[in-house]
């Protein structure tokens, strides 16, 4: 974190020491991985984190059992699902996610996690009250939806509820933020096993996309099967040839 762009905001009656100012620069300028935040609803961060977003929904005194999934989608190319179990910390585990030869998203992983709650509320909602579109007909990800719906079938069979809550990501939130280890951790670790990988022998489409970083122009080779990517490669690419194709044509005629 640059001290350039950082600032801490207090209360204008609050007294900030020193000490204080120099424990707060000392943690800018630190590097490595992520905190390992810690929830303490008791002393003096009692007050930050009951004002938590989770925390405001019940998560962390809910009596039954609480997990946080998250999914990663590395470069593109590698995906990866992982979740927690709040009551049992110790309880965790990954996933690596399949079917890369057809290209990856950052929505399988996700809904591979089985909680990571906006993928999965996404997918979920028609089968809400059985309506008439409960389909998995043309569903990208069906294979996991398919699982997800499953278990809560089996759930509400068994008469037990299953709140699924959605908690914004990257805000420093404990929970989530060990469920983001786990998703990376899946990726990288070599005796995580690979699960949901079966082909669906559809077409798969290849094409560079356009990347600006910094000032620099370069195209990554991206592949998928049938989707709105595609489709707008497709326009973006038959535009680009009508624009060459209409140059040609113009400087053509002054040469």
């Known amino acids: 974190m640059s001290e350039d762009h950082a600032s801490c905001w207090v209360h ?3 007294t900030v020491t020193t000490k204080q100012i120099q424990a707060l620069l000392t943690a800018a300028r630190a590097s490595g991985g992520k905190d390992e935040c810690q929830v303490r609803l008791t002393g003096i961060e009692q007050e930050y984190w009951m004002g938590t977003e989770i925390v405001r929904q019940r998560g ?8 946080v999934g998250d999914g990663s989608n590395r ?22 996610v399949g079917r890369e030869e ?19 509320l996404k997918a979920v909602k028609r089968w809400v009250g059985e309506g008439g579109k409960a389909t998995l007909v043309g569903a990208t990800d069906a294979d996991i939806v398919l699982e997800a719906i499953e278990v809560l079938r089996k759930r509400a069979t068994a008469g037990a509820s299953t709140f699924l809550v959605k908690v914004k990501a990257h805000r420093g939130e404990p929970a989530n933020e060990e469920a983001d280890v786990q998703a990376d951790k899946a990726i990288s670790g070599k ?7 079966d082909s669906t022998n559809r077409a798969v489409f290849t094409w560079q996309e356009l990347r600006r970083k910094g000032g620099t122009v370069s195209y990554e080779d991206r592949k998928s ?3 709105s990517g595609v489709r707008k490669a497709i326009r973006r690419g038959s535009a680009e040839e009508e624009m060459r194709k209409h140059r040609d044509r113009v400087t053509g005629a002054w040469k």
Do not use: I
Not at 60 to 67: A, D, I, K, L, N
Not at 75 to 96: D, I, S
């Open 191 to 197: 005796d995580v096993p690979t699960e949901w990988h």
């Open 12 to 14: 204008k009656d609050l």
């Open 225 to 227: 099967t049938w989707n």
């Open 102 to 120: 057809e290209g990856s998203s950052s929505n399988r992983p996700e809904l591979a996690a089985l909680c990571d709650n906006q993928a999965l």
């Open 75 to 96: 470069k593109r190319e590698k995906m990866g699902a992982g979740y927690v179990n709040l009551r049992k910390q110790k309880k965790r585990q990954q996933r690596k």
């Open 60 to 67: 962390y005194g809910f009596r039954c059992t609480v997990t």
